[in-house]
């Protein structure tokens, strides 16, 4: 290989969350969703642009990578397809129909279909392409937990909807390998049964997820017995069979099958249908059952390998709530959880796998991690801020970065809301500081004010505080780093506010409006939070801002929610923070160090109307 190093190109795509993720030596140097380019949420077609991204900054083109690794064996997926229909026929036929055009045409023939996509770009079509490994897609989910994570050994918990035929696997990590110990198949799977709970009341399946975990403390879990003496056989070391009379995923088009409605008293709830207290009853029940199987198989897996660590990916992993449970009641001491834990993050593991495992490259781990914060992704400096700007005929103030965090922490200590866009984009779900919407958590309206008027969303959804992690446990019952804001933890009791007896009365959504604490903004109906802690070692400019806001207020945390708004990707250029900016009720926009007034905008063209343009998530 050339002086500048070995690269490996990571993929994945054609299901959701299509990303690209390249190497150098090992080592994460660019990582990127490809929903970020095309402003398609969840996109899942070829990553062309992040893959074109991630070339670019390293400075080399197609010719210059080794090798590339795809998130999983398409005719594995297509063995179990083939293998469920017969298994059922012919109650699965339409879904087989629905199914058959697009494997006959396209995912068969991957490696056919990925040389193909390949060859379109720069160094792709003077030379034949690198050779193209591929993982299973739970092999690439325990790659991205564990070879990045800090520790040389480690029990490593895979949980997603299903990948070829796996829906939950055990692994042990120990130096470059890792082992497999265990999985449950396809289709008892507990992604997929969560996912069924997300369709029936109401929301997007693999969107809405995390919207049911946001409505779960407004509702009791009055049929949490109900799962678990119907829908699912739970055993005492976590794992489980679902009654499949009552679902649909495995052999027709919807989640749910009428047993299903039947025994929770109704059809679904419509999309966008007024919420009620059933469904946040379901919600609180679904989470309930969902903590104490993931408690469960970690123990298990405790016990089985002795080991002292737990890596965890896989959506399921993106449960912040049964995150913050197993690290205050499950076994292992020390947890690491991979950011980007859904199916973008299978290009990363993808990718160490193929360095680690199949090029057999040994493995330092890094004593934080080697996520770099999970900012992975692009960065625009100054001139080419400037230059949109011009374009844009944007009115800016161009300030130093003392002043520009000084006159921003003023002004989010009035009750401001901010546009954060700094550095490189985040690599993830979540938006860690560098792609933000920042407020002033000691304000009880700053979350209906940031819901309905800035991200046009449902009131019951919470906000995350990113606080100092020097700071974090004055304010919250976390004892460890939170960096990827993947941990609930409780609000400390001294500041709680006291509930009145009329208000202990309220009942489901009538609590929304009742503070909590002395950060209301930040604090759930349950006294909870989705803590990020702020290091000042992976984002300096993020650190002192928040520093500079405690120093004025006494409070070291912001409000962070993600840079877009409903159905929209997290913004990833300065020609999207402005429009999303424009579209919003934000006061300020500081975009690398220009800071924009709402006031002294242009006013926007007619018809510029987000809801025109992106579909309710």
């Not at 992604?191 to 369709?199: K, M, R």
Request: charged letters at 25%; aromatic letters at 10%; proline letters at 7%.
């Amino acid at each position: 290989m050339s002086a500048r190093g070995e690269f490996i190109l990571g993929i994945s795509a054609y299901y959701h969350d299509s990303a690209a993720v390249l190497l150098r030596d090992g080592s994460i140097v660019a990582a990127a969703q490809e929903e970020r380019f095309t402003r398609k949420k969840h996109d899942a077609r070829f990553p062309a642009n992040a893959v074109r991204w991630c070339l670019e900054s390293a400075g080399i083109d197609l010719s210059g990578v080794s090798h590339v690794a795809f998130y999983d064996k398409p005719f594995l997926k297509f063995e179990r397809l083939l293998e469920t229909y017969l298994a059922t026929a012919p109650r699965g036929f339409r879904s087989f129909l629905a199914s058959m055009p697009v494997w006959a045409k396209e995912k068969l023939f991957m490696r056919r279909i990925l040389g193909k996509e390949l060859s379109a770009l720069p160094g792709g079509g003077t030379a034949k392409h690198p050779p193209i490994l591929f993982p299973e897609h739970h092999r690439s989910h325990a790659a991205s937990a564990f070879f990045p994570s800090p520790f040389e050994r480690s029990a490593v918990l895979c949980l997603d909807g299903v990948g070829e035929w796996a829906t939950t696997s055990a692994w042990l990590g120990e130096g470059n390998r890792l082992t497999p110990l265990w999985q449950l198949d396809f289709p008892h799977s507990l992604g997929l049964l969560y996912s069924a709970f997300t369709y029936y009341c109401g929301f997007k399946v693999n969107s809405g997820e995390y919207k049911l975990m946001g409505l779960a403390p407004y509702g009791e879990p009055r049929y949490a017995d109900r799962i678990l003496g119907k829908l699912i056989d739970l055993k005492d070391d976590g794992t489980f069979r679902l009654d499949l009379r009552h679902f649909d995923f495995a052999t027709g088009l919807r989640m749910t099958a009428q047993p299903f409605h039947d025994l929770f008293g109704g059809p679904p709830r419509a999309p966008e249908a007024p919420l009620a207290q059933r469904e946040m009853d379901l919600a609180a029940s679904i989470q309930a059952v969902t903590e104490e199987i993931v408690l469960r198989l970690a123990a298990t897996l405790h016990r089985e390998t002795g080991a002292e660590t737990l890596c965890l990916a896989g959506g399921v992993a993106l449960n912040c709530v049964a995150n913050g449970r197993l690290v205050r009641e499950g076994p292992f001491p020390r947890i690491w959880i991979q950011p980007a834990a859904g199916d973008a993050g299978g290009a990363l593991g993808a990718a160490t796998a193929a360095w680690h495992e199949y090029l057999g490259h040994p493995r330092t781990p890094s004593p934080s991690d080697a996520m770099s914060g999970a900012y992975l992704g692009p960065s625009f400096d100054d001139a080419q801020i400037l230059s949109f700007l011009e374009s844009a005929g944007a009115s800016w103030r161009r300030l130093s970065d003392d002043d520009l965090l000084s006159e921003t922490a003023r002004h989010l200590s009035e009750g401001g809301v901010v546009g954060w866009f700094q550095g490189r984009m985040e690599f993830g779900p979540r938006a860690l500081g560098n792609r933000s919407i920042l407020g002033d958590p000691r304000n009880p309206r700053m979350q209906s004010v940031m819901n309905l008027k800035i991200k046009f969303r449902e009131s019951f959804r919470p906000f995350a505080p990113s606080v100092l992690a020097e700071s974090a446990s004055d304010w919250f019952g976390l004892d460890r780093e939170s960096p990827y804001m993947l941990l609930v933890a409780p609000v400390l009791e001294r500041h709680r506010i006291a509930m009145t007896a009329a208000q202990e009365r309220l009942f489901g959504i009538e609590k929304l409006n009742v503070p909590r604490s002395t950060v209301p903004a930040i604090t759930h109906v349950d006294h909870s939070a989705r803590v990020q802690t702020v290091h000042r070692e992976t984002n300096p400019r993020y650190h002192e801002l928040i520093r500079r806001f405690g120093e004025r207020t006494g409070c070291p945390m912001l409000v962070n929610t993600s840079f877009n708004v409903r159905g929209e990707p997290i913004v990833h250029a300065p020609a999207d923070a402005y429009r999303c900016f424009m579209r919003t009720g934000m006061d300020r926009l500081a975009i690398g160090n220009y800071l924009l007034k709402r006031e002294d905008q242009p006013a926007p063209a007619d018809g510029d109307d987000w809801r025109s343009e992106f579909e309710l998530d």
